[in-house]
Nanobody, 132 residues
Framework: VQLQASGGGLVQAGGSLRLSCAAS????????MGWFRQAPGKEREFVAA???????RYLDSVKGRFTISRDNAKNTVYLQMTNLKPEDTAFYYC???????????????????????????WGRGTQVTVSS
């Protein structure tokens, strides 16, 4: 299984970028596809995720600015980022989860979507740099 991310770059504060991540592999049909990011000297953090059925989760600081979407037929996830801020500067990784959810996870509102351990596959990532 391979995840190929693209779309990163350098943008001024207030600008926009659209990240894409295509998953490829035999019989791959990810239940969840998501984005994480890691800035220099910081831990990797969850940004956004989306299930096949359309359930989404976002990091609080990106709500209203970032929108995740996916094309299930193409196993591709997108992250539309608007009103970018310098603190959004990071290496952005896409991830995919192949398994479903337990009854308990569903009852709890799928919190595992927001943790790195909830994903089985990771892409190499793409750099996003926002200048002030």
């Amino acid at each position: 299984v391979q995840l190929q991310a693209s779309g990163g770059g350098l943008v001024q504060a207030g600008g926009s970028l659209r990240l894409s991540c295509a998953a490829s592999g035999r019989s791959l049909s990810p239940t969840v596809m998501g984005w994480f990011r890691q800035a220099p000297g910081k831990e990797r953090e969850f940004v956004a995720a989306m299930t096949r059925s359309g359930i989404t989760r976002y990091l609080d600081s990106v709500k209203g600015r970032f929108t995740i979407s996916r094309d299930n037929a193409k196993n591709t996830v997108y992250l539309q980022m608007t009103n970018l801020k310098p603190e959004d500067t990071a290496f952005y990784y896409c991830a995919a989860r192949k398994t479903g959810f337990s009854v308990m996870e569903a009852a709890q509102g799928f919190p595992i979507m927001e943790t790195a351990k909830g994903y089985d596959y990771w892409g190499r990532g793409t750099q996003v740099t926002v200048s002030s």
